[in-house]
């Protein structure tokens, strides 16, 4: 399987992806630069957290006009998996390539520490070897994690399927206490209509490995590679 991961000026994560992906498939990931405007043939692409562009104007906002985006739209088009983590995930809302939005954290202060996160959704690529209501633990760590969207969008992600993630206790309860960022409905991640893209604020790459503290982040990237290989 080879993945690609996408590189952007301010980009703090990418490093984190590739050991990840490295370490899942056996293979080093493209590093692709965000003004290259085309891309060897990948079977992943990944989008990276950090604070593109330096967060300057909205976050994600002007790295989903890079060069590099019109292909990555081309390629989700026909199904090439996408995943955008924290910072990749505010990209390819930027875009178009997933539902919302994500707006500051409704305690205007930046937050970064490990969070329960309930799998809404096992039938996916990305959460395959994960069991539905299972809980897992990632890092966060974001100024702009606050998931919004209007009424209409909230209710067709909810009711076709398409929380990926949802901020919990370490038992699994959904609480307004759970919630690092006020996001609506505790959503901490999200698919496309078809779940071939995933954007989610915590970082599985963080805890991927024993070294790192936990290995919850592990499955994610065992599982692509599962499914691709």
């Known amino acids: 399987m080879q993945a690609a991961v996408i590189v952007f000026p301010a980009s703090n994560c990418d490093r ?15 590093m ?12 992943l692409m990944v989008v990276p957290g950090g604070f593109s562009y330096g967060d300057y ?14 292909e990555i739209k081309a390629r989700a088009a026909k199904g090439v998996p996408l995943l955008g983590i924290c910072n990749g995930f505010q990209i390819l809302t930027e875009a178009g390539l997933l539902p919302g939005v ?14 329960h996160l309930r799998v ?12 539905e209501g299972s809980v897992v633990r990632f890092p966060i760590a974001h100024a702009e994690g606050n998931y919004f969207a209007d009424p209409e969008t909230l209710s067709r992600v909810e009711g076709e399927g398409q ?6 206790t370490a038992d699994g309860t959904v609480s307004a206490a759970a919630n690092p960022n006020g996001s609506a409905g ?7 209509g078809s779940r071939t893209v995933l954007g989610l604020m915590p970082h599985p790459e963080r805890l991927a490995d024993p070294l790192l503290g936990g ?9 692509l590679v599962e499914a691709l290989s």
């Open 57 to 70: 104007l909205r976050c994600g906002a002007m790295a989903a006009h890079s060069p590099i985006m019109r």
């Open 163 to 168: 929380v990926a993630f949802r901020y919990c």
């Open 16 to 30: 984190d992806v590739a050991v990840a992906l490295h370490s899942a498939t056996g293979r080093p990931p493209l």
């Open 120 to 131: 809404e959704s096992a039938g996916s690529l990305f959460t395959r070897n994960y069991a």
């Open 102 to 115: 994500l707006m500051r954290n409704a305690g205007l202060k930046f937050i970064c520490r490990d969070v």
């Open 215 to 223: 290995i919850d982040g592990r499955a994610m990237f065992d599982g």
């Open 186 to 192: 505790n959503i901490a991640g999200v698919f496309n």
């Open 32 to 43: 692709v630069w965000h003004r290259d405007s085309e891309m060897p043939k990948v079977d």
